[in-house]
């Protein structure tokens, strides 16, 4: 079946360092692939979004690339600051009206 | 505009008790859907509902069980709370025609089975 898979956590990084949270994933249908972030205490907001391959998401500094071959859609950001602590989903929809597929959480920890 | 709005923010009942959640999608939008999230773990689908009818359904057992009303608000019921059943409820709201358009989500319910 289809599913996601996530880089396990915690990360923790000093500010300023450069981020990498793997996701891969596996569907049968061409999935369009999202990050949503998790701020504690709150609900999911969405971060990016790809919809077709070699397509690149980005906002706030975050940026994803839907890649088909290898399957991916890893979320990088050159320079973190300690307000980018949080939970990151990284997540896919099949289907038209189809449910979205949660990777289990990568939690990100920003040191000054 | 306001976002999706839940509601009550949290809760507790007792093992055995019925619960309720509610769920008010982005004006709109005719797509919601209901997600548990336990603690430590990514949500995980419980139901969507397009246009009052019930379109797709996770692995969930029959205590649970919702319904979409003509404005497209959504409650989510419970029967029979067991401690398991504790965690974050999430609504999400979708316009439903572009499969690239991604989920937007409430805040959530709390809910804590004592």
């Known amino acids: 079946g289809d599913s996601v898979t996530q880089m396990e956590g915690p990360v923790t990084l000093s500010e300023e360092a450069f981020l990498t949270i793997n996701c891969t994933y596996t569907a049968t249908g061409y999935p369009s692939l999202f990050w949503y972030v998790q701020y504690p205490g709150e609900g999911l907001q969405l971060l990016l979004k790809a919809t077709k391959a070699d397509d690149k998401g980005s906002n706030k500094g975050f940026e994803a690339t839907y890649r088909k071959e290898t399957t991916s859609f890893h979320l990088e950001k050159g320079s973190v600051q300690v307000s980018d602590s949080a939970v990151y989903f990284c997540a896919l929809r099949v289907n038209q009206g189809g449910k979205l597929i949660f990777g289990q959480g990568t939690e990100l920890s920003v040191k000054p | 505009d306001a976002g999706v709005t839940q509601s009550p923010t949290h809760l507790i009942k007792t093992r055995g008790q019925h619960v309720t959640l509610r769920c008010s999608p982005i004006?709109?939008?005719?797509?919601v859907s209901w997600y548990q999230q336990v603690l430590g773990q990514g949500p995980q689908f419980i139901f969507q509902y397009y246009e009052k009818e019930e379109r797709g359904r996770g692995n969930f057992p029959d205590r649970f069980s919702a319904r979409q009303f003509p404005n497209y608000s959504s409650e989510l019921n419970v029967n029979a709370l067991l401690l398991g059943d504790s965690a974050l409820y999430l609504c999400a709201s979708s316009y439903e025609r572009d499969l690239g358009y991604g989920y937007t989500f409430g805040s959530g319910t709390r809910l804590t089975v004592v």
């Open positions: 004006s709109g939008h005719k797509s």
